[in-house]
């Protein structure tokens, strides 16, 4: 087997790859109570969302298995008569993706989805944490027919292989989602080979709820958001921003429906919250609710490890907290939902952007005029209005300030995998014909 032969799959017609990647989307789906177990033994999501996962990770392929056909050129009128431009879009190449354990399967076929569809081939890093389920898929890529060399899972020492990725001047694309600090020395580091690169990085997601918001609305929203995977995605809201008017009464209904939350085993029946991935996990959010309780905050319900032991922390909704505070200031990532209180709209707006994250923020309110101007007015590259969970594979996912670089999912997601190439075409205008079908006109 011949690893980076990118040359085999890019020759390849895009229906050839189209019909590839449709026969790998079915094998999924055909698998999808077997991943999403898979998935739940190594990553302790719940089971239905774990198989949610599976479902939602498959729609990025059946929707690229599609787009492959549609990586349209242009032809630009030239500047002189007997010029002609042709803009052509070819795979940029070798890909590096590199993919975290949040969600197994999702985070690796939003990326090599789209880069097959391409015509490029990819070698995949998945998270030391969730190794199982990405060797999983790429199992069920090879009885798809994918050719070897097309999709290449590489396990072992994080650092050493984001090093030959980055290093390798046949690698001409590196796509990334995990922590800023290792997203910004990844984009250093390709500086070297100067690769084009994609960047989906942290979050700090802002929850705005006004006076004016549907209090159903706004409570299932804010549980969907903050509470999913046990508050570790890059979307989740972070910090709830509710209007003093409407303060009380959401943060008394949303402390009841949070304090009702069944955690447990991913397996157990009705179980909606999972354990963290690992104690470092835990430590840190327990550290984050410490700094905040130490500063003045409330503790509405949890607050600490759960009775369950391991890695299993109670879903915490926590008062008072301040912009200072560290559940402010940093990305929690697990299920800890700060309230923080705000009187104007120019001050939820001004708190929500107080952060050098823009990736998901969140608005509920019954207002038209309101919805649209705060959602334009959010520094964000996702914004749900009166809506909890807004990724799906027909939209552009990204972040702008330092959560990210590029888009993954629907027709943009294609462009950070393409090279855009022009033809400029000189040619000598057969005079004759043109005097020829001059005086036919006369
Ligand atoms: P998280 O804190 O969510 O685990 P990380 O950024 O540490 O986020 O991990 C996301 C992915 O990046 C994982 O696959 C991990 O192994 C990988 N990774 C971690 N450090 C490096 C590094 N220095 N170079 C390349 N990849 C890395």
Redesign the pocket.
């Given at each position: 087997m011949e690893l980076f032969n990118d040359e085999a799959w890019s020759k390849l017609t895009a229906a050839e790859r189209s019909k590839y990647l449709r026969k790998w989307f079915d094998l999924i789906m055909a698998h999808k109570e077997e991943l999403g177990q898979l998935m739940t033994l190594e990553q302790g999501k719940p089971l239905k969302e774990a198989i949610g996962e599976v479902s939602y990770g498959a729609s990025f392929i059946e929707f690229y298995a599609e787009e492959a056909k549609r990586v349209y050129g242009d032809i630009i009128p030239a500047t002189l008569p007997d010029r002609r431009l042709f803009v052509l879009k070819q795979p940029i190449g070798v890909v590096g993706a590199?993919?975290?354990?949040?969600f197994p399967l999702a985070m690796i076929t939003r990326k090599v989805a789209p880069a097959l569809a391409c015509g490029c081939t990819v070698v995949i890093?998945?998270?030391?944490l969730t190794p199982l389920t990405a060797l999983a898929a790429a199992e069920l890529s090879i009885q798809a027919g994918i050719p070897p060399g097309a999709v290449n899972v590489v396990m072992g020492s994080?650092?050493d292989?984001?090093?030959a990725l980055v290093a390798s001047p046949k690698v001409r694309k590196i796509t990334?989602?995990?922590?800023t600090?290792?997203g910004k020395?990844?984009m250093a580091g390709s500086a070297k080979t100067v690769k084009k690169v994609s960047l989906e990085l942290g979050g700090n997601a802002p929850c705005i709820i006004f006076d004016d918001a549907d209090l159903d609305v706004a409570l299932k929203g804010t549980l969907a958001t903050k509470f999913r995977n046990s508050g570790q995605t890059c979307v989740c809201a972070n910090r709830v921003l509710v209007q003093e008017g409407i303060f009380d009464k959401f943060a008394n209904a949303f402390s009841k429906a949070v304090e009702s939350m069944k955690v447990g085993d991913g397996f157990g029946e009705g179980v909606v919250q999972g354990p963290l991935i690992n104690d470092a996990a835990v430590n840190k959010v327990e550290t984050f609710v410490q700094d905040a309780i130490s500063k003045g905050a409330k503790v509405l319900t949890g607050g600490k490890k759960h009775s369950l032991g391991m890695t299993f922390y109670e879903p915490t909704v926590i008062s008072d907290v301040k912009s200072e505070m560290l559940l402010s200031r940093e990305e929690i990532f697990g299920p800890v939902a700060p309230i923080l209180k705000f009187k104007t709209e120019e001050e939820a707006i001004h708190m929500a952007n107080d952060t050098n994250a823009g990736l998901a923020a969140y608005v509920f309110t019954t207002s038209i005029q309101r919805s649209w101007r705060v959602a334009e007015a959010l520094e964000y590259g996702l914004v749900g209005v009166n809506e909890g969970l807004i990724s799906t594979e027909v939209a552009p996912f990204g972040g702008v300030k330092q959560s990210g670089l590029g888009r993954e999912g629907s027709k943009y997601g294609m462009d950070d995998y393409l090279e855009v190439r022009i033809f400029q075409i000189f040619f000598r205008i057969y005079e004759k014909i043109k005097y020829i079908c001059l005086g036919n006109m006369s």
């Open positions: 590199i993919t975290p354990w949040n890093k998945p998270s030391e994080a650092i292989i984001g090093d990334f989602t995990g922590s600090n290792v020395k990844l």
